[in-house]
């Protein structure tokens, strides 16, 4: 193209600004897209159940849904979740980022619950002072066969050392129990 047909075309684009497209540009849509896709494949860390219940009619969404968690090849599994996102782009998502926003929610507190668990029980078993504080904060359930499983832990990590197995005994999983159902155990309120 010479440089003055190129100038020509400049100028007539400039001068007729009514025909630049105001639309989204092929980059938000495609980074639209792509955030459905990845909708969809976030989805599936859900309950089946829980889908069915986002994904009211039983329709090529859900029996794409369901394909979706299936497939493992790599390919086939990227060309499910385009697909997933070309079938998203026709229904109201809101709902389901709320319900994967509360499902993460509740993912965190549940670790977070296990990790005090498992704080407890170490510190119960690694010193005397962990059970005092243990009892002195948690002064209901069955303290008798907990200090039982206490025991018989810490006799078991001493056996573990001397023969180089694991610690991971009877009593240390009944520990993780017992102090489960005790600290989520529902709170009685406080007496007035």
């Known amino acids: ?25 092929k980059t938000q849509q495609k980074n639209a897209m792509l955030e459905l896709q990845v909708l969809g494949v976030t989805l599936l ?26 497939i493992t090849a790599h390919g086939a599994r990227k060309r499910q979740a385009s697909y997933v996102g070309k079938l998203l782009r026709d229904v109201d998502v809101e709902p389901m980022r709320k319900a994967l926003a509360v499902w993460h929610t509740h993912k965190a507190r549940d670790v977070r619950a296990l990790r005090e668990i498992e704080q407890w029980r170490e510190k119960m078993i690694g010193s005397e002072a962990g059970w005092a504080e243990w009892t002195t904060r948690y002064p209901v359930g069955d303290t008798k066969q907990l200090r039982a499983l206490v025991r018989d832990a810490r006799r078991d990590r001493e056996m573990s050392k001397v023969t180089g197995e694991s610690q991971n005994g009877r009593a240390f999983r ?19």
């Not at 994904?55 to 859900?62: Q, T």
């Open 1 to 25: 193209m010479s440089a003055c047909n190129k100038n020509s075309v400049m100028r007539r684009y400039k001068e007729e600004p009514e025909q630049q497209y105001d639309g989204p540009s």
């Open 45 to 70: 860390e859900l309950p089946e159940e829980q889908i069915d219940l986002l994904i009211d009619e039983v329709g090529p969404l859900r029996e794409a849904m369901r394909d979706l968690r299936r």
């Open 174 to 192: 009944e520990m993780f129990r017992l102090v489960r159902e005790i600290l989520l155990a529902p709170k009685a309120p406080p007496e007035a």
